[in-house]
């Protein structure tokens, strides 16, 4: 069975300097997708970017990128230019690549999220 | 263009009693999964729904089920509540023609308290 592992409940970071969060898995799998959701005091749980596992190249979404290690199974997600509105709880999240049949599609596995603080 | 939404967004029950909560996929949408999540942890998978039909399930007992309609709208209950049943119930949409790539989309969550 797959897993995600987060080692870092929480983190902080000035504004407008660089984090990054770490996040580790486990799988047998050659192909799958993995996923950083940000989630705020709103509590609605925000996709911020995805890297699928055939693609050697790091995903990039403005300030937000990721450093995909494949065979260490490590992503982690740099955040750059930090915000205030960066504020949340970060979740990495791993996704098979199989199809299912029925037209279904597979659940996500989270990890058990970082908190990250952003300080004026 | 709505989002995923839910309702009810707060719920307090008592021991024994039974539950339902409601999801509206985003529009154009046509698969809905559902996760629990318990305060500090992430998100568990408690089932899928796909053409009104369970699709996939996590490890949840049976007192978890669920429901689709033909507008693809969702119902999660959950009957003979325990005290560990309280948490941040998501609801999450998606395109099942986009295959394992496609984004889920989740909505605000409906928080239980179970006393």
């Known amino acids: 069975a797959q897993t995600v592992t987060q080692s870092q409940p929480e983190m902080s970071v000035q504004e407008a300097e660089t984090v990054t969060l770490s996040c580790t898995y486990d799988t047998s799998e050659s192909d799958y997708y993995l996923f950083w959701y940000k989630q705020p005091p709103s509590r609605q749980m925000i996709l911020v970017i995805r890297q699928e596992a055939y693609k050697q190249q790091n995903a990039t979404e403005n300030r937000f990128s990721v450093n995909f290690q494949k065979a260490a199974k490590s992503f982690s997600l740099k955040i750059s230019d930090s915000q205030l509105g960066d504020a949340a709880m970060y979740f990495c999240a791993y996704r098979t690549h199989i199809f299912l049949s029925g037209g279904a599609t597979n659940k996500l596995i989270f990890g058990t999220g970082t908190l990250l603080a952003v300080q004026p | 263009d709505a989002g995923v939404t839910q309702s009810p967004t707060h719920l307090i029950k008592t021991r024994g009693q039974q539950v339902t909560l409601r999801c509206s996929p985003k529009?154009?949408?046509?698969?809905v999964s559902w996760y629990q999540q318990a305060l500090g942890q992430g998100p568990q998978f408690i089932f899928q729904y796909y053409e009104e039909e369970e699709r996939q399930r996590g490890n949840f007992p049976d007192r978890f089920s669920g429901h689709q309609f033909p507008n693809y709208s969702s119902e999660l209950n959950v009957n003979a509540l325990l005290l560990g049943d309280s948490a941040l119930y998501l609801c999450a949409s998606s395109l099942a023609a986009g295959g394992p790539r496609e984004t889920q989309y989740f909505g605000p969550g409906t928080r239980l308290l179970v006393l």
């Open positions: 529009s154009g949408h046509d698969t």
